[in-house]
């Protein structure tokens, strides 16, 4: 999954070396090498994601201090960029339930924990020694 970055050099003010990146090519290689092993590859619209509680989907510019993110409206607390990525899966999740072969992933994998298709995170089982 890919965060859509069509626009991204019109937001870049006086971008000279930023005009190089090769975001396009990239996508393509991914999605050519994930066509091989039957993998989807998307983009998603990533507005508002870093702004948005993916707990409980407030959405407000000030749930966003530089790198850290803390809703204002349910306290939830994590990594700005963390709570973007699943907003991102959240967004991917809810496409394609609506999509109509009925093909939506039963969850997403995260870091650590499981982020389920109605959006509850499901934190990893403890491990006792």
Not at 3 to 17: K, Q, S
Not at 30 to 51: C, F, I, M, W
């Amino acid at each position: 999954m890919f965060e859509d970055l069509t626009h991204i050099r019109e937001n870049i003010p006086d971008a000279t070396w930023q005009h190089q990146w090769a975001f396009r090519r990239l996508y393509g290689y991914v999605e050519y090498k994930a066509d091989e092993h039957g993998l989807e590859v998307v983009q998603v619209d990533p507005r508002n994601t870093s702004k948005r509680c993916s707990t409980c989907g407030f959405t407000h510019d000030e749930n966003r201090h530089q790198e850290s993110f803390e809703c204002q409206q349910c306290g939830y607390e994590n990594h700005a960029d963390y709570n973007a990525a699943k907003n991102i899966g959240l967004q991917y999740l809810r496409r394609r339930q609506n999509a109509g072969d009925g093909g939506a992933p039963v969850d997403v994998r995260l870091n650590r924990g499981t982020l389920n298709v109605s959006g509850d995170y499901v934190p990893p089982a403890s491990v006792e020694a």
